[in-house]
Structure formats: C-alpha cells, structure tokens
C-alpha cells in the first residue's frame, strides 16, 4: 500500500477471479488493507489462458456486451479496454447448412434506430426463417419486452414453453432464440428459466439500440485478467498470493476473522469468498446461511472447446454463429494466439452435456467435417493441430426455479460476504455478473467497516 494511505481496516478476499480482483481492488481502492489468496497459480478463474507450444490458448472463448457497464468499468480499471474492443454495431453473420439449397448467410445487425426498430430490417430480411415465423417472433418480443423482471414468478417458468405459448416454431426456436440464449445463458430455451432469459433479451437485445454490440479480447484473456489485474492489484497496494489454498475460516476470540492457508493465519475483518458454489459450501463456518445445502443444488452446465489450427486461411470474418450442424460460435484467434503462419480457430460450444468427456479423436471426425461444409476454404486445408480444453462446471445451470437458490452477497455471519456469477445477481453466468458480484461484496463489506464507497466504482451503471 502506498506510503501515507489511510486504512480502515483489514479484509481477505477468496478467490482470484473476477469477482475476486474486482472485490478486492474496490475495498483497497477505500483504503482498506487488502489480500488476495487464490490457490491456483494464476488470476483470472475460469476465462484465463495457457501455452501450447508457441501458442498462447484461451481456455474458452468469452465475449461481452456493451450492456455489461460492470465487465466494461473493470477492463477500464486495469487499464485493457483498448484490449477488448467492442463493435461499433451489433452484427453476427449466421451460416446455416440446414436448408435445402445449401450453405447459406443470414446477419442479425442493428441500425440506428430507437428499441425495438433498431432490429427491424435484420428480422424483416432473416434468411433462416419464413415471413411468417418471422412475424411471430416480432409478437414473442413485445411479449418479452412487457414482462416484468422483478417478478419472481418468472424464475419458476420454462423459457421454452413460453415461447412455444407466444407462437414460435422449433425453426424459430433454433435459428434465432437458441442462437443467442445458448451462447449467453449456457442452456437451451427448454433448460432455461424465463426470467433469467427474459432478462438476457430485454437488456441486451430490447433496451438501447447499442446494448448488444460484441466486445471481445483482442488479446490472451492472460494478458487482460492476470497480468494486468496483477499489475492494478499491486498498484492498489493489494497483497496478491496464488497457489496458496484457503483451508478454514472462523472467527478469533476478538470477533476477528482468522482464515488459515498453510503455515499461516490471516486476521481480518471482513473476508470475501469469491469461490465456486461448492466451495464456498465447504468453507462458510456453520450459521452463516439459513439453508447452506442450497448452494449445491445449484447445477452446473459444461462449455467444450474445440481448437483447429489449419496451415492457411479458411475464415474472413472475425466470428460466425451456425445453424444446422453441431458447430454453434466460431471465432478467428489467430492473431491473438501469436500464431504466425496459417489460420486458428476456435469452436465454442456452450451446454455440451453430451459432448464434454467425449474422446479427441470422436471430437475431430466430428467436427473437421462440419467445419469443412461450413467454410469452403477449410476443404483443401491441412490441420496443423486439433486439441480441446473442456470446462465441465463452466457455468451454474440457469434452470427454472434456480433464483431461489443463489443468495445474496452479505451472510447471516458479520463480516463474512459471497461473490461470484452464481451469487444473486439478476445475471446469468457471465464476467458481468462475476464483477457485479465483486462490487456488491465490496459496497457490503464497506458499509460495514464505515469506510467511503468510491464513486468511480459505484457509477458502473454510467459507463453505457
């Protein structure tokens, strides 16, 4: 910590993911005396990067909005906005190999035009539907757009047989609503609880023209959520511990947290558990929830992604969306990789239930075909390499009724506060809610220690 700061008092923050950094550089930012413990070698929990030779690998592709004003004010407090640029308008070319004269691209962009005509001409102009699904799903989301978030009815409802009740057709289902659903919730509409995709589509699709333009990391996801969280952590004066696991937490005779880590007991006065729900279950002392088994009814859903290096060009656009095949997201991470000859590809194929422990082999007879159908140039390509990573418990299962089951960041155990993705957010499993989770354990814990929240921090709504 910097020479001559104030502190108002001591906290541990579990976990180095993004809900981690992010509680932690909030509370250091107010002067609190701040150490980070996570217990795997690097930052970044689940969206970091490895190497593969002289490759540089992204475990899995992540994207966000620009609705995602938290995720956005997090790049720009490590100083890596310019990293992860966003478009400046949304626009998604979408093949689809389903229809009878072949492969086919369809786009789903804005204008600039207030909600919802800002989508207009992409629906009225969609390849992938008739006239008449198209018609319907401009019905589905004035429907959606009337709904009412803050209903906790919502929760306990099936996203799929609603829009099975407001007209859709599997067609419609499958070209449109999966396509954007299962990339943002990890679960298809009929495995999806309706409030929390209601609230995908309303606040990235349904309120403000430019909230569902695509940013993403021009960089390894390393470069952004270790190196350079790293780096705004050491300068908030942060005291930043990898490898180092949390083993209990109690409190002292003095009221006083103690959090031990091998060969050490970290006294604190206020701990953040910015850790997976099943953790942070092994971990809470015992009151510190009214019903702590809920946290491991809380599902998981895995992500597969697939890694295709050809010796050459195959793909012109930076990412596509696919219909009638296996394949879901492809994005070009040549650049970032650091690969310097030929083309890299990554598939990412969200809710992989079926696919997640399959074997390499049956994954490459499966989709260099599909790729090769999808991308003409692929057909007399040479893949160079072909490898996977797999992420079982990628995300929690955004499930009906699942609402209920994620709780709040503050504890029934004074000084002890929850964060992570899976926390009550009102947020699907993304870096966005990650973040939010981080900046309301840091407003909690603030508000208990009585120091000044930063207005930086708390305006993340402002950075739209």
Not at 329 to 344: A, K, N, P
């Amino acid at each position: 910590m910097t020479d001559g700061r104030t502190t108002g008092g001591d906290a541990v923050v579990v976990g180095g993911g993004l809900a981690g950094i992010t509680a932690a550089l909030a509370l250091a930012d107010a002067g609190v005396r701040v150490t980070l413990l996570e217990g795997r070698p690097r930052l970044g929990g689940l969206a970091f990067s490895f190497q593969r030779g002289d490759l540089t690998v992204d475990n899995g592709q992540h994207v966000y909005l620009r609705c995602c004003t938290a995720y956005r004010w997090f790049l720009d407090r490590i100083e890596g906005s310019a990293l992860a640029p966003l478009q400046d308008r949304l626009d998604v070319p979408v093949l689809d190999l389903a229809k009878p004269a072949g492969r086919r691209l369809g786009r789903i962009r804005r204008d600039p035009l207030p909600v919802p005509l800002h989508l207009g001409r992409s629906l009225a102009t969609y390849p992938h539907l008739s006239l008449t699904e198209r018609a319907a799903v401009g019905r589905a989301a004035l429907a959606l757009m009337a709904l009412d978030l803050d209903d906790p009815a919502l929760d306990d409802q099936n996203f799929g047989t609603w829009l099975a009740a407001h007209g859709q057709s599997e067609r419609a289902v499958q070209a449109l609503w999966n396509l954007v659903g299962i990339a943002t919730l990890n679960a298809v509409a009929g495995d999806s609880s309706l409030g929390l995709a209601a609230m995908v589509f309303k606040t990235g699709l349904l309120s403000d023209p430019g909230a569902a333009d695509i940013g993403w990391a021009h960089v390894p996801l390393g470069e952004l959520h270790d190196r350079l969280a790293r780096k705004a952590l050491d300068s908030a004066g942060v005291r930043t511990e990898v490898r180092t696991r949390v083993t209990s937490i109690s409190t002292d005779d003095n009221g006083r947290w103690a959090v031990q880590v091998p060969g050490e007991t970290l006294r604190a006065d206020a701990v953040v558990l910015a850790v997976p729900q099943s953790e942070a279950h092994d971990l809470l002392p015992d009151g510190a929830l009214d019903a702590p088994e809920r946290l491991l009814q809380i599902g998981t859903a895995p992500i597969l992604n697939v890694h295709v290096v050809y010796d050459r060009p195959v793909l012109s656009t930076p990412f596509f969306a696919a219909l009638g095949t296996p394949v879901q997201w492809v994005f070009d991470r040549t650049d970032s990789s650091g690969l310097r000859e030929g083309q890299y590809l990554a598939l990412s194929q969200s809710a992989a239930h079926h696919e997640i422990d399959a074997p390499v082999a049956e994954l490459r007879e499966r989709y260099l075909p599909e790729l090769a159908r999808l991308l003409p140039l692929a057909r007399d390509a040479e893949v160079k390499d072909f490898f996977v990573t797999r992420e079982r418990t990628a995300t929690f299962a955004p499930t009906p009724g699942v609402g209920r089951l994620r709780p709040g960041t503050r504890t029934q155990a004074p000084g002890l506060y929850l964060a992570g993705a899976w926390t009550a957010t009102g947020w699907p499993a993304t870096m966005e809610s990650a973040v939010r989770s981080g900046v309301s354990a840091a407003d909690a814990a603030l508000g208990a220690l009585g120091r000044p929240r930063p207005r930086h921090l708390f305006d993340v709504e402002e950075a739209a």
